[in-house]
């Protein structure tokens, strides 16, 4: 058991080292950065609901708005993020932004409605410090990765698997 609890340990300060070296870019910053890439369709950005993580599981509401990287499409989104692994302490609300990958047919802003799984890890002592890729959505063909440095965010450390269920608000 402390082999696993090293393990975790590890890979969460892993995660966390390499999302200290990113800051949370605004959408617009991310749409403009990444304005030449065939791959990129825009940013997804979240407020995520706060939790307190049980130790093996952890459910956090969101409510989201995509811009496409024309940075004038956009569509709303709401949904669920639920962690399997290590989750301990608790989060407050936060946002996040999440970069926005087609890796195949073409996608408008309402077209990212589905369910997405990857993995996630965060570290959390006042600031909140961590990422997380998820792939999934339409024909398995969206990626997504978020990572960055939030403040006031809560306690807590989390590693594990994410899953994440997002659908277009009517």
């Given at each position: 058991?402390k082999?696993?609890?090293?393990?975790a340990?590890?890979?969460?300060?892993?995660a966390t080292?390499?999302?200290c070296?990113?800051?949370?870019?605004t959408?617009?910053?991310l749409?403009?950065?990444?304005?030449?890439?065939r791959?990129?369709?825009?940013?997804?950005?979240?407020?995520?609901?706060?939790?307190?993580?049980?130790?093996?599981?952890?459910?956090?509401?969101?409510?989201?708005?995509?811009?496409g990287?024309d940075?004038?499409?956009s569509?709303?989104?709401?949904?669920?993020?639920?962690?399997?692994g290590?989750?301990i302490?608790y989060?407050?609300?936060?946002?996040?932004?999440?970069?926005?990958?087609?890796?195949?047919?073409?996608?408008?802003?309402?077209?990212?409605?589905g369910?997405y799984?990857?993995?996630?890890?965060?570290?959390?002592?006042?600031?909140?410090?961590?990422?997380?890729?998820?792939?999934?959505?339409?024909?398995?063909?969206?990626?997504?990765?978020?990572?960055?440095?939030?403040?006031?965010?809560?306690?807590?450390?989390?590693?594990?698997?994410a899953?994440m269920?997002?659908?277009?608000?009517?």
């Amino acid at each position: 058991m402390k082999l696993i609890a090293k393990a975790a340990v590890a890979a969460t300060l892993a995660a966390t080292v390499g999302a200290c070296n990113m800051s949370q870019s605004t959408p617009q910053q991310l749409n403009t950065t990444n304005a030449n890439s065939r791959i990129y369709i825009g940013s997804l950005s979240c407020n995520v609901g706060g939790s307190t993580g049980y130790v093996l599981a952890s459910r956090k509401t969101l409510d989201c708005v995509f811009l496409g990287k024309d940075g004038i499409q956009s569509a709303q989104y709401t949904g669920t993020i639920d962690k399997v692994g290590i989750d301990i302490g608790y989060t407050k609300a936060v946002h996040t932004i999440w970069r926005v990958y087609s890796l195949g047919s073409d996608r408008g802003p309402s077209d990212l409605s589905g369910t997405y799984v990857g993995e996630q890890g965060t570290v959390a002592a006042g600031q909140q410090a961590g990422g997380n890729w998820i792939y999934g959505g339409p024909n398995a063909e969206i990626g997504m990765v978020s990572s960055g440095v939030i403040q006031d965010a809560g306690y807590n450390l989390a590693t594990g698997i994410a899953g994440m269920t997002i659908k277009l608000k009517r």
